[in-house]
């Protein structure tokens, strides 16, 4: 799964077969006519709708109708994560998202690139792992293969290209530590 090269035949071809392109034009016009018209309040439809396409989301899950989620089947949501308004999640690889764990309003979570190196470009998927009571802020991004460690907590705008450690709070772009988080009271 992690950098697994999905080649192409030629420069700039298609990296997905028919099958996987009819079902995501499936999902997409499922969720725009079914799930993005809902008002905020109906989470459980919306899970119901995620677990029908092959996400696995635990309980107590919300996520916002206006959310773009490229492939369910890519991912997987603990107990209690949020998936805030207008979040972009290019799960062309696995995302996890942690119970408790909140991805705020307009962020993006891409999980794949490209090898520059190959002359095909083929795509990389690199798999995004959101460990348990981490936050990624409003229009924060998490670029491919990084895994945000539990009660980690990435600022607005913020962009993690690389793994973010544990109890720690980062900013800026590439992000940086600021201070330490107090993990007391999600244990109490």
Not at 30 to 58: E, H, K, N
């Given at each position: 799964?992690t950098d697994a090269p999905i080649t192409p035949t030629r420069r700039h071809g298609a990296s997905f077969?028919?099958?996987?392109?009819?079902?995501?034009?499936?999902?997409?016009?499922?969720?725009?006519?079914?799930?993005?018209?809902?008002?905020?309040p109906l989470y459980a439809w919306r899970r119901w709708i995620l677990r029908a396409f092959g996400a696995?989301?635990?309980?107590?899950?919300?996520?916002?109708?206006?959310?773009?989620?490229?492939?369910?089947?890519?991912?997987?949501?603990?107990?209690?994560?949020?998936?805030?308004?207008?979040?972009?999640?290019?799960?062309?690889?696995?995302?996890?998202?942690?119970?408790?764990?909140?991805?705020?309003?307009?962020?993006?979570?891409?999980?794949?690139?490209?090898?520059?190196?190959?002359p095909l470009f083929p795509l990389l998927l690199r798999p995004i792992v959101i460990e348990a009571y981490?936050?990624?802020?409003?229009?924060?991004?998490?670029?491919?293969?990084?895994?945000?460690?539990?009660?980690?907590?990435?600022?607005?705008?913020?962009?993690?290209?690389?793994?973010?450690?544990?109890?720690?709070?980062?900013?800026?772009?590439?992000?940086?530590?600021?201070?330490?988080?107090?993990?007391?009271?999600?244990?109490?």
């Amino acid at each position: 799964m992690t950098d697994a090269p999905i080649t192409p035949t030629r420069r700039h071809g298609a990296s997905f077969n028919r099958r996987n392109k009819l079902k995501r034009v499936l999902w997409s016009i499922s969720w725009l006519f079914l799930a993005r018209p809902t008002p905020p309040p109906l989470y459980a439809w919306r899970r119901w709708i995620l677990r029908a396409f092959g996400a696995r989301i635990g309980r107590d899950v919300r996520v916002y109708g206006n959310c773009r989620i490229w492939h369910p089947r890519n991912l997987t949501m603990e107990d209690g994560a949020v998936m805030g308004r207008g979040v972009l999640c290019y799960n062309q690889g696995h995302v996890t998202i942690g119970r408790d764990a909140v991805v705020s309003q307009d962020a993006t979570l891409c999980a794949s690139t490209h090898d520059v190196n190959d002359p095909l470009f083929p795509l990389l998927l690199r798999p995004i792992v959101i460990e348990a009571y981490v936050w990624i802020a409003a229009e924060a991004f998490v670029g491919p293969g990084v895994t945000v460690s539990e009660g980690a907590v990435l600022s607005a705008r913020g962009v993690a290209m690389r793994d973010l450690g544990p109890w720690t709070v980062f900013s800026g772009n590439p992000a940086q530590p600021l201070r330490p988080r107090d993990p007391r009271p999600f244990y109490d």
